[in-house]
């Protein structure tokens, strides 16, 4: 398959965020926003660094497996963070990848630069409000994301209004677990979030359902239930 130097779905993407840019500067710029993007954006230049035992031990092995399940061809991830993901990009699709923060993107863009194989558009955007016409993605992707998202529903009917009718959802989230360790999630999140940007005790698969997808599958992959791959799809 013969992948063109610029897909319609890049200059679609890129010329839908120039377009708003002024005209929805401030949307979802309220304050939990705002918070999150200065935690990722302080955080930004040692991120790899804190997350390098777990990323080896655990992290490096899921998302592996996640995109090895991506299709496309034309696919969108949030939250790319400092592009972690791209080295499991398949060659084959094109890849829209945003991120609310700059300085994350900046980190990502050295990534994406180590891998001219992959097919990849890089934007800075809000999950909240993508700047991005309906029906256009193949695949919505994102990994640990909707954790720090300020309104997690909102970013997943996002998602699901870029996508094509049965365009596919695939998350991998680490989510609120069972009883009294989720009570304990619950009494720590807001200290979590306040010094992270990240929530710990999120119910990521009902808000997913919230949001209007419709759940193909859940597969826990420890024995707390904390961290899930979720597939979903967008109903025709």
């Given at each position: 398959?013969?992948?063109?130097?610029?897909?319609?779905t890049h200059?679609?993407?890129?010329?839908?965020?120039?377009g708003?840019s002024?005209?929805?500067r401030?949307?979802?710029?309220?304050?939990?926003?705002?918070?999150?993007?200065?935690?990722?954006?302080?955080?930004?230049?040692?991120?790899?660094?804190?997350?390098?035992?777990?990323?080896?031990m655990?992290?490096?092995?899921?998302?592996?497996?996640?995109?090895?399940?991506v299709?496309?061809?034309?696919?969108?991830?949030?939250?790319?963070?400092t592009?972690?993901?791209v080295?499991?990009?398949?060659?084959?699709?094109?890849?829209?990848?945003v991120d609310?923060s700059?300085?994350?993107?900046?980190?990502?863009?050295?990534?994406?630069?180590r891998?001219?194989?992959r097919?990849t558009?890089?934007?800075?955007?809000?999950?909240?409000?993508?700047?991005?016409?309906?029906?256009?993605?193949d695949?919505?992707?994102?990994?640990?994301?909707?954790?720090?998202?300020?309104?997690?529903?909102q970013?997943?009917?996002?998602?699901?209004?870029?996508?094509?009718?049965g365009?596919?959802?695939?998350?991998?989230?680490?989510?609120?677990?069972?009883?009294?360790?989720?009570?304990l999630?619950?009494?720590?999140?807001?200290?979590?979030?306040?010094?992270?940007?990240?929530?710990?005790?999120?119910?990521?698969?009902?808000?997913?359902?919230?949001?209007?997808w419709t759940?193909?599958?859940?597969?826990?992959?420890?024995?707390?239930?904390?961290?899930?791959?979720?597939?979903?799809?967008?109903?025709?």
């Amino acid at each position: 398959m013969t992948i063109p130097r610029e897909s319609k779905t890049h200059t679609t993407a890129r010329s839908k965020a120039a377009g708003k840019s002024s005209a929805r500067r401030g949307a979802g710029d309220d304050h939990a926003t705002r918070h999150t993007r200065r935690r990722y954006d302080l955080v930004a230049p040692f991120y790899d660094l804190l997350e390098v035992p777990i990323e080896r031990m655990l992290y490096a092995s899921w998302r592996e497996h996640l995109w090895s399940n991506v299709r496309g061809p034309d696919v969108l991830e949030i939250g790319v963070g400092t592009g972690k993901n791209v080295p499991y990009y398949p060659p084959v699709v094109r890849v829209v990848a945003v991120d609310l923060s700059e300085r994350m993107l900046r980190r990502a863009r050295r990534t994406v630069e180590r891998y001219p194989d992959r097919r990849t558009c890089l934007l800075k955007m809000d999950a909240q409000h993508l700047e991005i016409d309906v029906d256009t993605f193949d695949d919505v992707v994102a990994t640990f994301v909707f954790c720090s998202v300020p309104n997690p529903v909102q970013g997943l009917r996002e998602a699901l209004r870029v996508a094509r009718p049965g365009g596919r959802l695939l998350l991998l989230e680490h989510v609120r677990a069972d009883g009294w360790p989720g009570r304990l999630m619950d009494a720590l999140d807001p200290v979590v979030h306040w010094f992270s940007g990240v929530h710990v005790a999120r119910r990521t698969v009902d808000n997913v359902r919230q949001a209007g997808w419709t759940i193909q599958n859940v597969t826990s992959l420890t024995g707390n239930g904390i961290f899930r791959m979720i597939e979903a799809s967008k109903p025709h």
